[in-house]
């Protein structure tokens, strides 16, 4: 498997013969030696040509004795001293495309110097996501400025690129956010705030838009030009908190675009106000999965633009992320997957990834049209029973996420693909098969890779033995009759999205690569070692697509994976709190919880692994709970669960565990004692018909269901997931 991270390390051998006299040197200047570290990214991930770095030198020489070259350039005049004793800093520019070599030496009685290796790349990118997408249409133009207005203006390049810019806000004291032309002139309306470090400050905002990734990039912080220089790796700004608040965008789309929104820099929540506290911000439109839902895509430019903000802005003392719904999805593969970026974060509306999300929804276009062609009487109780969440409604609000489709599962328009991918672009399967196919593995395909018979996107959907609504059958909800008919016909979808009789057959390979790579959050990788905190509003009995039992899943996952859920938090309110049962001011406690519970791990020097200090540092009285409409918070189970009551979907109500990762399951032959209701002799054959391969036996993982490979792959991957159908439990 092909690792980015394989050029982290460089071995660096010395082979150095002492004379009598060199063993005689001082033994405190014979163990010092110079050390270089990048501060920004990974050597070996490094872009745009810069890099923050970072030289620790001996005792025996000073800042002015360092010679530092970058490919035989000398670049020393770029270091200044650094914020610890004995240390350098430095922004080192002109790196070359591809691997650069950065040595550090001294004058006089020196130990040896010390290199390392940095490979550059493109500021456009890409770095591990594979090749650009195509097609991708540029959104300069259409991006509006928050609060100033206006836009970036056409792209310079067809890259997306626009110039760097930099406007001003300020919040005024009648609590709006207004434009501020001239940051040295303040208006008689601005107000102040004090952060969570106790500073107060003028409320103006310092807001930097640009391209990084192809992305359009946005980065807030608090900044009065009259008070100081902006923060920069050297110097600090009593605005800034210190910490740096990454924002994920929610919805779900394949791409093509680059994107007219992002995440959100001027306010992570709903009302609330984290720039009042002095968190930085920083968000893109490739964070945003309503604009492309592609969470290898989305950790590239996260890391891109966590690089650029380190360094124009300094390290913060460390990030934290929050996202709601498809935000939420981006949470936890990227630090499953591309660990290290973040060190804890705040999920609302939360779904462990897109790909379980989206397999229960799937199914609600083959039930409705089953429910509607069936000769027999099917009741709104009984459909909900089958489809298991907590009404029916719920499949007709959110049909449209079958498999990525429109409702009649085609894909012959636009249905799937954003408004401004030109029509004459996206695929049609008779005039235009080379197009822009918007379906969720056509846009991961450099994941995924191509089927050799169709040419498209290997897929992963399969419902090949789920017997649906098994479990309001055993519970009586419906008849035998019922359970047969249903199943004889629910069918599945053809690679266009059309609903066919033939239930769908995922691609083992497709499986392999789903499980192996983490397209599918096993609760590995980097989450075990972060603090994670998930809140919603409850709305499961209105059929908002946000059901509540995903955080249930997530964490059955964290429990199977690693034996503990020590590291989640579980927080539900009502949909129409006021007061302190407001939502905004719930999600800003949620950034402050995981802030708290972040720096008590990074205060603890003590020894054990990341996850254990994780665990022993976190505040007692961060447990489950509930928020009524007023805002009481409940921390009993019981009464929760009484409160807001959680539900299904139809892949539980077929017998699937909690965890809900099984992409393809294993099969069983039909077996009569499976049942809590009786089956006449010609019921069981009539099922055994149906099901002639077997049904679902969920005592067992899935098929090719196994642990995480590694993380931070690159792609495309090498072929090492083909050929293999050999599966074991």
């Given at each position: 498997m092909r690792f980015l991270s394989r050029s982290v390390f460089f071995a660096l051998?010395?082979?150095?013969?002492?004379?009598?006299?060199?063993?005689?040197?001082?033994?405190?200047?014979?163990?010092?030696?110079?050390?270089?570290?990048?501060?920004?990214?990974s050597p070996d991930r490094v872009s745009g040509g810069d890099v923050l770095i970072e030289i620790a030198f001996p005792s025996s020489q000073s800042l002015q004795s360092l010679i530092v070259s970058l490919n035989g350039r000398n670049v020393s005049s770029s270091f200044r001293a650094g914020r610890t004793p004995n240390t350098a800093l430095g922004l080192v520019t002109g790196l070359s495309l591809g691997r650069n070599t950065l040595t550090v030496e001294g004058r006089g009685r020196s130990p040896p110097s010390e290199s390392l290796a940095l490979t550059n790349f493109r500021l456009t990118g890409p770095i591990f996501s594979g090749p650009h997408q195509v097609p991708f249409i540029c959104e300069t133009q259409t991006f509006v400025l928050p609060v100033t207005g206006g836009n970036l203006g056409p792209p310079l390049d067809s890259d997306c690129s626009t110039a760097t810019r930099i406007d001003y806000v300020y919040r005024s004291t009648g609590g709006t956010l207004k434009p501020l032309p001239n940051p040295s002139v303040h208006p008689a309306d601005l107000a102040q705030t004090t952060t969570s470090q106790g500073v107060t400050v003028n409320y103006i905002v310092r807001i930097e838009t640009g391209t990084i990734n192809r992305a359009i990039y946005q980065i807030a912080i608090l900044h009065d030009p009259a008070a100081g220089p902006v923060p920069d790796p050297w110097t600090s700004s009593p605005g800034w908190?210190?910490?740096?608040?990454?924002?994920?965008?929610?919805?779900?789309?394949?791409?093509?675009?680059?994107?007219?929104?992002?995440?959100?820099?001027?306010?992570?929540?709903s009302g609330g106000d984290v720039l009042a506290l002095g968190y930085a911000m920083a968000a893109s439109s490739l964070n945003v999965f309503g604009n492309n839902a592609d969470d290898v895509l989305s950790a590239e430019t996260t890391m891109m633009v966590r690089e650029h903000f380190?360094?124009?802005?300094?390290?913060?003392?460390?990030?934290?992320?929050?996202?709601?719904?498809?935000?939420?999805?981006?949470?936890?593969?990227?630090?499953?997957?591309?660990?290290?970026?973040m060190q804890g974060f705040a999920a609302r509306n939360s779904f462990p990834e897109l790909l379980t999300f989206g397999i229960p929804l799937s199914d609600c276009a083959l039930l409705e049209r089953t429910f509607n062609t069936s000769s027999l009487a099917w009741s709104l109780e009984q459909k909900t029973a089958v489809a298991g969440w907590g009404t029916w409604q719920h499949c007709i609000n959110n049909r449209t996420w079958n498999a990525g489709y429109k409702p009649n599962g085609a894909v012959t328009d636009a249905a799937g693909c954003d408004v401004g991918i030109p029509p004459a672009l996206i695929y049609d399967p008779v005039t235009n098969r080379?197009?822009?196919?918007?379906?969720?593995?056509?846009?991961?395909?450099n994941v995924f890779?191509?089927?050799?018979?169709?040419?498209?996107?290997?897929?992963?959907?399969?419902?090949?033995?789920?017997?649906?609504?098994?479990?309001?059958?055993?519970?009586?909800?419906?008849?035998?009759?019922?359970?047969?008919?249903?199943?004889?016909?629910?069918?599945?979808?053809?690679?266009?999205?059309?609903?066919?009789?033939?239930?769908?057959?995922?691609?083992?390979?497709?499986?392999?690569?789903?499980?192996?790579?983490?397209?599918?959050?096993?609760?590995?990788?980097?989450?075990?070692?972060?603090p994670i905190i998930h809140f919603r509003p409850w709305r499961d009995d209105i059929g908002d697509v946000h059901d509540a039992i995903r955080s249930l899943s997530f964490r059955a996952r964290l429990i199977a994976t690693n034996g503990t859920a020590a590291n989640h938090v579980n927080m539900v309110c009502s949909n129409v709190g006021t007061g302190a049962g407001r939502l905004d001011l719930i999600e800003v406690m949620s950034i402050r919880m995981v802030d708290q519970w972040v720096e008590r791990i990074v205060n603890d020097t003590g020894s054990g692994s990341a996850a254990a200090k994780v665990a022993r540092n976190k505040p007692a009285s961060f447990v489950d709970a509930c928020f009524t409409v007023t805002g009481d918070r409940i921390t009993d189970p019981a009464a929760c669960a009484a409160l807001y009551p959680v539900h299904a979907n139809p892949r539980l109500a077929a017998g699937e565990p909690l965890a809900q990762d099984v992409l393809k399951c294993k099969l069983k032959r039909v077996d009569a004692r499976d049942y809590a209701r009786?089956?006449?002799?010609?019921?069981?054959?009539?099922?055994?018909?149906?099901?002639p391969e077997g049904v679902c036996d969920y005592s067992r993982r899935g098929v090719d269901q196994k642990p995480l490979a590694g993380t931070w792959l690159s792609y495309p991957l090498p072929g090492q997931f083909e050929n293999d159908d050999s599966d074991d439990d």
């Open positions: 051998v010395f082979c150095i013969h002492f004379s009598q006299s060199a063993l005689a040197r001082d033994d405190s200047q014979g163990h010092e030696r110079f050390t270089i570290r990048t501060l920004s990214t908190n210190g910490r740096l608040l990454y924002s994920y965008g929610g919805g779900a789309k394949a791409g093509y675009h680059q994107g007219r929104t992002t995440g959100g820099v001027l306010s992570s929540a380190i360094e124009r802005y300094g390290v913060p003392r460390y990030t934290l992320g929050t996202g709601s719904s498809g935000g939420s999805m981006q949470l936890h593969s990227i630090n499953q997957n591309y660990p290290g970026m080379a197009g822009a196919r918007c379906t969720w593995h056509d846009n991961l395909v890779g191509r089927d050799k018979t169709t040419g498209f996107a290997r897929r992963s959907l399969d419902n090949v033995g789920v017997q649906y609504g098994l479990k309001a059958f055993n519970a009586g909800q419906i008849n035998a009759e019922q359970f047969l008919d249903l199943n004889a016909r629910v069918g599945g979808y053809d690679i266009d999205g059309n609903i066919v009789a033939a239930r769908e057959v995922a691609d083992r390979t497709a499986l392999r690569i789903a499980y192996r790579t983490g397209r599918v959050d096993s609760g590995a990788g980097g989450l075990p070692d972060l009786s089956l006449t002799a010609d019921q069981l054959a009539r099922l055994q018909a149906i099901f």
